[in-house]
């Protein structure tokens, strides 16, 4: 991997403040950071990495947030539980000159973590750096499914990519190498069903708010198949995100948010998370942070999870059940160890489901799931 000091500010958050004031295992204690010498993560499973570029919500504004640091203060003082884990905070990407700037040694940095099989943990910034994210992997050439939490969909049609339009060029630009995606907890009176409905014919998933707050765990395998995942603070409410003084009153609970970034941690697959639309200039109290920081702290409970899940080839860690549904005769496996669900496709293929698709399958149903999935292959 490259040395990737020179895309971060010289001077680390940490280093402003007194470690001496945390304790012995809280995370400003134990975690490991660059310095203007050092930039060694090579040890790290989980690798933060700050970008406040919020010009692409803002284009006449010409600073630069400081919503990752604000997000670090109160992610310094939950305690860390797994200590199996190794946790690497890279600093802040320096401001560019222009936006594109800042985007492309963003882009850069992403680009080395993922090669050296890293997960990374991005800190925005406004909603549109999420391009960067994919743009990452599309270096790479490779193909991902891709999920974004947002009470929106950012299809807005601008000449500039924006925080409002960044979508319209990660699904329709070329080469495009997104297999598929998933929009979680969109807001039905903010979108345009005529937007939704062309999406819906290339067979992308939409999970309405209603839907995924109803039957939350249904969320897990969509997030257990996905690479990436972008979450704009915008989808949880404002009595749980009081920074969203643009947002709505309905929306995601804070706790709600916490279980989808641990289902998140505990994919596989995903290796880069976003967490965006945070403006510390506006937060009360510092709420909206505290749950950032809460967020991320599940997403690492999650990764905890991940990695004592066993293979799918290890027969001995999985229940096998047989179901018939209208001539098809599928298998369900559910781990031994975490007890989620997997289900076979015709190809042979096993894909993550839930409980509720076997349960459904098992009253001669087919589910919705298998049938999407179905559809796309």
């Not at 001496?20 to 490991?32: E, Y």
């Not at 190794?86 to 594109?100: F, H, M, P, T, V």
Request: net charge negative; aromatic share 12%.
């Amino acid at each position: 991997m490259q040395d990737l000091r020179s895309f971060f500010s010289s001077k680390h958050y940490i280093e402003t403040i007194d470690r001496n004031d945390f304790q012995p295992l809280q995370w400003g204690a134990q975690i490991d950071y660059a310095t203007a010498d050092s930039f060694d993560c090579d040890d790290a499973d989980i690798v933060i990495v700050g970008c406040g570029e919020i010009r692409g919500a803002d284009k006449d504004t010409k600073s630069y947030g400081a919503a990752p640091d604000a997000i670090r203060a109160q992610l310094y003082q939950l305690y860390k539980w797994h200590s199996s884990i190794k946790i690497y905070d890279a600093g802040n990407i320096l401001q560019g000159a222009s936006i594109e700037d800042t985007k492309a040694a963003l882009r850069m940095v992403l680009h080395e973590l993922q090669l050296a099989d890293k997960v990374v943990l991005v800190l925005g910034g406004s909603h549109d750096l999420t391009i960067q994210q994919y743009e990452a992997f599309k270096m790479s050439e490779k193909i991902i499914n891709a999920s974004v939490v947002d009470m929106l969909v950012d299809l807005d049609e601008t000449e500039t990519i924006t925080n409002r339009s960044f979508l319209m060029e990660m699904l329709t630009g070329s080469p495009n190498f997104v297999g598929h995606y998933n929009h979680i907890a969109f807001q039905s009176y903010y979108v345009n069903p005529v937007m939704l409905e062309t999406l819906d014919k290339i067979r992308f998933d939409f999970f309405r708010l209603g839907k995924v707050r109803e039957h939350i765990e249904d969320m897990e395998p969509v997030l257990r198949s996905s690479h990436l995942l972008s979450f704009d603070m915008n989808a949880v409410k404002y009595c749980d995100a009081p920074m969203n003084k643009t947002g709505s009153p309905n929306g995601l609970g804070g706790d709600e948010a916490c279980l989808l970034t641990r289902y998140a941690g505990m994919s596989g697959a995903l290796s880069s998370f976003g967490i965006y639309g945070f403006d510390e200039t506006k937060d009360k109290d510092n709420m909206t942070a505290r749950l950032a920081a809460q967020m991320i702290w599940y997403f690492v409970d999650g990764y905890f999870l991940r990695k004592t899940e066993a293979d799918l080839s290890d027969k001995n860690e999985f229940v096998a059940y047989h179901v018939q549904f209208t001539g098809n005769d599928i298998q369900f496996l559910k781990s031994k160890r975490t007890n989620r669900w997997w289900m076979q496709l015709p190809d042979g293929n096993f894909e993550p489901c839930s409980y509720s698709d076997y349960v459904q399958a098992s009253e001669n149903e087919i589910p919705e799931r298998w049938l999407r999935l179905q559809e796309r292959n």
